[in-house]
């Protein structure tokens, strides 16, 4: 079974940078949507930036600005570049990959184990 594999999570200081990727086990469909959702204790998972195989871009209004999301569609790899991090970044980060973004966002799909983002004050 094709699963998403996530590297790049660690620890850093606030103002700090990450830069997460993902990339699939297996073959997976191109036109997928692509993304990255977190999760941190007693909160919701929430919509970090998603990307469709044309480019088109959602990002969280919370990281606009900060984050970046990009993809190479060859290899079905997804990238977060996260600058200026503070605390209120610290989660597990999910890399996720639908057709759509209604099936990402009810938790369908493809989904990476997670990578955790952790940013000390």
Known sequence: QVQLMESGGGLVQAGGSLRLS???????????????????????????????????????????GRFTISRENANN???????????????RYYCAAAPTIVALNNGYGLWGQGTQVTVSA
């Not at 790899?77 to 989660?91: G, R, Y």
């Open 77 to 91: 790899t997804v990238w977060l570049q996260m600058n200026n991090l503070n605390p209120e970044d610290t989660a």
């Open 22 to 64: 993902c990339a699939p086990s297996g073959s997976v469909n191109s036109r997928n949507i692509m993304g990255w959702y977190r999760q941190s204790p007693g909160k919701k998972r929430e919509l970090v930036a998603v990307i469709s195989s044309d480019g088109a871009v959602d990002v969280s209004d919370s990281v606009k």
